[in-house]
């Protein structure tokens, strides 16, 4: 079955719903591709129509038969998982929400926005069902806004941002899990009867075990370039939960929102709760295009700086971890310059003068650099970035505290930690309550003086590297439940302050390794660090997993020394295929390697238009053998690069002539394109040849060799 015959299904499920709506009673929310279609019954409900490729004729969706109602609530004739639950303090917690109006809204930014309002004929609940839809990238965002109109209030124990149904043959689900060090590992399941959920209950972050994003495959797997599917993300910088739950007619519901695990609100009278936007994309050509869609809309309107390009970057950590100097960071500063990169880096281990930081073990919250390590302070580290041409970034983590810290002994009030119980570590650390206005005030005040002290820091890494642990906030007092919620809430307040006063400033997020990667988060950040692994190997498949939502410009990846067995080159091309960065020495490298890297830099300053705004296609999966590909289109000339690597294929294994061919992908196929490859350990080019763009992606190209841990890059340039 395909997306636009998925109807029949709910044409045979929809015996129980009363009265068939006119066509004046649809709600029709479409984008380029797509539709949502919302009927209002005689029953004054909603019920969810279609949601499946776009018809030409908008009164063909008047015949389509109704599905299932649009939100399930608690309490009524549903038996499965419902999206909202409301708790009246007269002790019925049924919810049921007729149809008041609805509006549709064009936006300057040229998206359009549909607004359903529903409520309930009994009690005075209102419950707006909200969507945004920017048409030409077919991507949608959901949310819904929870009132309570009466004069009491009431508690919301289940407040989802959206709900969806589905009606196909089969459902396929794809996953990103996996832990630190070993992030957005993909898995497919195909889905049966009953409930699978994927949720976190960190706090501070959305990941570390799954990351907050899903593939559905809808009657088959997804593939690269083929199939039905719809694609997922909460953005939430916190707990979420998505649950797809098959009933017992083969129907899916997909429920997404906050993880109300331990959440209930209470909303007193006149009271709105805005949950998060669930943002998604339904593609008919597999999961390169849903990617597309993604990439190209978070560029044009949700990432911060999302047509800006990016700098590279030397960061020193694993050049030096906590064991530097004022000395040793301006010779990595000349390093930076030395090798053509654009900015430095100074991570973890600057701060605190009582409790030095020399490990992860104290310091953090005092954040004054340590005078024995940095005795002119950062002031003479940004003048020597300056004076070298380079910009400066710096790490800081102003959400954390170690108990060894004079914030500690100061403001133990402000820390989320049980009053009564001998505390627990997370990296030998504990979250600072930023549900707490005094706490939100502090953490603004670290960047804000940081900025006004040292106006040349161009950059932030943001870190956040514990989870909230020994769950109980001060501020909350008897309102613990609302912790979770309001603790990601403090954090935007701050971080739109920021935002506000340093709009220039570019911040990477970080939260040990990739736990923060969702997209409310990418408002206020520039790029995110998708894993403190960066043995290259490992990165190819990390990279292929958030590459899946994210764009390259998104995925901070560095040059490190991890896994010295692979060659320079094939660590910065891995590298090459996201935001750049290097994290070593020059020491750690050949003097051969250094002259290649500074190549490879000018080689990537070039590539970057289309590396950063470009169309990505993956050719070849990791996942599938031991070779990968990826290429990147530019937007303007249609000129790409392609990217290749050689895992480990077997000892004389002879190439099977299919798995050394990469057919490309997303050329014009009556252009002809010369093929160039560049990027060589020795610094000559090769020509391959020119060929047509039909050649290049019906026949393909044996870039793919028997050689282990080897690397190409190829220009591919239209004449
Ligand atoms: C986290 C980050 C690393 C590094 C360290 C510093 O683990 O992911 O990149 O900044 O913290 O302590």
Redesign the pocket.
């Known amino acids: 079955m395909t997306l636009n015959q998925s109807f029949l299904t709910f044409a045979s499920a929809m015996m129980l719903v009363p009265g068939l709506a006119c066509a004046e009673n649809l709600i029709v929310i479409e984008s380029a591709n797509n539709a949502i279609v919302y009927d209002v019954a005689d029953n004054n409900r909603l019920y969810q129509r279609y949601f499946g490729k776009r018809l030409q004729n908008k009164s063909d969706y008047s015949q389509i038969p109704n599905g299932p109602e649009a939100l399930i609530t608690h309490g009524m004739e549903d038996y499965y998982e419902p999206a909202v639950h409301i708790n009246h303090p007269d002790g019925n917690n049924s919810l049921q929400l007729t149809y008041k109006t609805h509006t549709t809204s064009r936006l300057t930014d040229g998206t359009e926005q549909t607004v359903i309002t529903l409520a309930d004929p009994v009690y005075d609940d209102e419950v707006k069902l909200v969507y945004v839809v920017y048409p030409e990238h077919d991507i949608f965002k959901a949310h819904t806004e929870i009132t309570n109109r009466s004069n009491k209030p009431v508690e919301i124990e289940k407040y989802a941002s959206s709900m969806l149904h589905f009606a196909n043959g089969d459902y396929y689900l794809t996953q990103f899990d996996g832990d630190w060090a070993s992030e957005a590992n993909a898995s497919e399941t195909k889905l049966k009867f009953g409930k699978k959920q994927l949720d976190t209950k960190l706090g501070t972050r959305a990941d570390m075990f799954c990351s907050p994003f899903f593939q559905l495959g809808l009657d088959a797997p997804a593939q690269e370039n083929a199939g039905d599917l719809l694609v997922g993300t909460l953005g939430w910088t916190g707990n979420y939960r998505f649950t797809f739950e098959v009933d017992h007619k083969g129907q899916l519901r997909v429920i997404s929102g906050i993880n109300p695990y331990a959440s209930a609100m209470t909303l007193q009278k006149g009271e709105t709760f805005v949950t998060p936007e669930f943002i998604f994309t339904l593609s008919d050509s597999g999961r390169g295009t849903a990617s597309r869609n993604f990439h190209d809309w978070a560029r044009d309107h949700q990432l911060y700086k999302g047509n800006d390009t990016r700098m590279t970057l030397l960061n020193n950590?694993e050049a030096t971890y906590f064991d530097f100097d004022e000395e040793k960071l301006k010779r990595l500063i000349g390093e930076a310059k030395e090798l053509g990169i654009d900015m430095f880096l100074l991570?973890?281990g600057w701060f605190g003068n009582k409790y030095p930081r020399h490990s992860?073990t104290q310091g953090l919250g005092d954040w004054q650099e340590t005078a024995d390590k940095l005795p002119n302070g950062i002031g003479a580290l940004t003048e020597a970035a300056k004076a070298s041409g380079v910009k400066f970034g710096l790490?800081i983590e102003p959400e954390m505290v170690n108990p060894k810290s004079e914030l500690y002994e100061k403001h133990k009030d402000w820390v989320i930690t049980l009053p009564n119980r001998d505390e627990y570590y997370f990296r030998n650390q504990l979250v600072l309550d930023l549900s707490n206005p005094k706490v939100q005030d502090y953490v603004f005040d670290i960047v804000d003086d940081l900025m006004t002290r040292y106006p040349d820091i161009a950059f932030f890494?943001w870190?956040c590297?514990s989870p909230i642990t020994n769950i109980y906030s001060n501020y909350e007092k008897m309102n613990q439940s609302r912790l979770y919620v309001d603790y990601v809430r403090g954090l935007y307040k701050v971080l739109e302050r920021i935002q506000a006063k340093y709009p220039d400033l570019m911040m990477m997020m970080?939260s040990?390794?990739g736990g923060r990667t969702d997209y409310e988060g990418l408002k206020y950040f520039t790029e995110f660090?998708p894993s403190?692994n960066t043995d290259p190997v490992e990165r190819l498949y990390i990279q292929w997993g958030f590459s899946q939502i994210f764009p390259a410009k998104t995925l901070c990846a560095h040059v490190t020394t991890w896994n010295r067995s692979t060659p320079v080159k094939f660590r910065t091309n891995v590298a090459m295929m996201g935001k750049l960065g290097f994290d070593l020495k020059l020491d750690d490298m050949s003097a051969d390697d250094v002259a290649y890297c500074q190549r490879a830099i000018r080689n990537y300053n070039a590539l970057k238009p289309i590396i950063l705004e470009g169309d990505q296609y993956r050719l070849m999966s990791p996942y599938e053998g031991q070779h990968a590909a990826t290429m990147y289109v530019g937007k303007n000339d249609g000129n790409a690069v392609v990217f290749t690597f050689d895992i480990y294929p077997r000892y004389k294994q002879e190439i099977h002539k299919s798995e050394a061919i990469v057919k490309l992908n997303g050329l014009n196929p009556q252009a002809r394109y010369r093929v160039t490859e560049i990027d060589r350990q020795d610094g000559s080019d090769q020509s391959v040849g020119e060929f047509s763009g039909e050649y290049l992606m019906t026949v393909g190209l044996p870039l793919f060799t028997l050689n282990r841990l080897n690397s190409r890059v190829f220009s591919v340039d239209r004449l």
Request: with cysteine.
């Open positions: 950590w991570d973890d992860d790490w890494k870190d590297n970080c040990g390794g660090w403190d």
